[in-house]
């Protein structure tokens, strides 16, 4: 009886070939990284991906193109990046509202044009260096087939269909997690954009079972406050992914005493996006736990 039992790990395994080998004969399988990490984001939920925190800035500027750069040569398979607009309707990416924390400039991003703000040079460390303020296309077309985006959407409301416009010009909307900090915008963005994957954040178990009901839903963003290893269970099961932040108290950790944060965070087991400040780290870390 032994000899004919396959243990779950064997199963698995059989499994993943299986739809890898249906993958390639539907003819979806390129040679991109990017097809790579949506079949592990579509079909491997045991593998935690790695999204790093406005991309790998760790040596680089955050939200720079070399810190995208970096982010694609780590292997990670998301970066994290925040969208403003400026006086002249550009799309930028940069996380405040204002340029002075990592800038030589100062001054609101919504009251300075874009040839104002490209004039400007971004900061590493309070060091300056020789990058530019990107723009939402400029990022669009260097990510192109090498990694997903996580869009954390920071202009007006009113300016989501231009950022959507981007995105269906380069055709990037299956390279793209748009995030929602309120997660009743969920019907209306998909009605813009189906194709592009949405990712609603959950302040309470409530509202995971609300956003549960959308079938279009791929991943949900959830907090430690309400972490539940059976309602995570559920997410999961509807073949939902779930993103967790070691922003903050794991990666302070990580950083006091190796692999403590992130040894602490993963005993909330059913979580599989880990959002980061450390995506080297962290990706070594998985690597040894495997």
């Given at each position: 009886?032994?000899?004919?039992?396959?243990?779950v790990?064997?199963?698995?395994?059989?499994?993943?070939?299986?739809?890898?080998?249906?993958?390639?004969?539907?003819?979806?399988?390129?040679?991109?990284?990017?097809?790579?990490?949506?079949?592990?984001?579509?079909h491997?939920?045991?593998k935690?991906?790695?999204?790093?925190?406005?991309?790998?800035?760790?040596?680089?500027?955050?939200?720079?193109i070399?810190?995208?750069?970096?982010?694609i040569?780590?292997?990670i398979?998301i970066?994290?990046?925040?969208i403003?607009?400026?006086?002249?309707?550009?799309l930028?990416?940069?996380?405040?509202r204002?340029?002075?924390?990592?800038?030589?400039?100062?001054?609101?991003?919504?009251?300075?044009?874009?040839?104002?703000?490209?004039?400007?040079?971004?900061?590493h460390?309070?060091?300056?260096?020789g990058?530019?303020?990107?723009?939402?296309?400029?990022?669009?077309?260097?990510?192109?087939?090498?990694?997903?985006?996580?869009?954390?959407?920071?202009?007006?409301?009113?300016?989501?269909?231009?950022?959507?416009?981007l995105?269906?010009?380069?055709?990037?909307?299956n390279?793209?997690?748009?995030?929602?900090?309120?997660?009743?915008?969920s019907?209306?963005?998909?009605?813009?954009?189906?194709?592009?994957?949405?990712?609603?954040?959950?302040?309470?178990?409530?509202?995971?079972?609300?956003?549960?009901?959308?079938d279009?839903?791929?991943?949900?963003?959830?907090?430690?406050?309400?972490y539940?290893?059976?309602?995570m269970?559920?997410?999961?099961?509807?073949?939902?992914?779930?993103?967790?932040?070691a922003?903050g108290?794991?990666?302070?950790?990580?950083?006091?005493?190796?692999?403590?944060?992130?040894?602490?965070?993963?005993?909330?087991?059913?979580?599989?996006?880990?959002?980061?400040?450390?995506?080297?780290e962290?990706?070594?870390?998985?690597?040894?736990?495997?």
């Amino acid at each position: 009886m032994k000899d004919i039992k396959m243990n779950v790990s064997v199963k698995k395994s059989i499994v993943h070939i299986l739809l890898l080998f249906l993958f390639v004969n539907q003819g979806f399988c390129q040679t991109s990284k990017a097809d790579s990490i949506l079949f592990d984001f579509n079909h491997r939920p045991e593998k935690i991906l790695v999204a790093a925190h406005r991309a790998a800035h760790q040596n680089y500027p955050e939200n720079s193109i070399a810190a995208i750069r970096e982010s694609i040569r780590m292997g990670i398979a998301i970066v994290e990046l925040d969208i403003r607009v400026t006086k002249d309707d550009k799309l930028v990416v940069m996380h405040d509202r204002t340029v002075d924390r990592t800038t030589n400039g100062s001054g609101k991003v919504e009251q300075l044009t874009f040839e104002e703000i490209r004039s400007l040079r971004l900061k590493h460390k309070d060091n300056l260096t020789g990058e530019q303020v990107p723009t939402l296309e400029e990022v669009l077309i260097e990510a192109t087939g090498k990694i997903l985006i996580d869009i954390d959407f920071k202009a007006a409301p009113k300016h989501i269909d231009k950022a959507l416009a981007l995105i269906e010009k380069h055709k990037m909307e299956n390279q793209i997690i748009f995030f929602l900090y309120d997660h009743k915008l969920s019907p209306k963005l998909h009605k813009k954009s189906p194709d592009i994957i949405i990712m609603p954040r959950a302040h309470n178990q409530n509202e995971v079972e609300e956003i549960l009901k959308w079938d279009y839903i791929k991943v949900i963003h959830v907090d430690n406050s309400f972490y539940d290893d059976t309602l995570m269970n559920r997410i999961l099961d509807a073949n939902v992914r779930v993103w967790m932040n070691a922003l903050g108290k794991y990666d302070t950790m990580e950083k006091t005493e190796k692999n403590s944060g992130f040894e602490a965070l993963l005993k909330q087991k059913n979580i599989n996006i880990i959002q980061t400040d450390l995506p080297r780290e962290l990706s070594n870390f998985l690597l040894i736990k495997k």
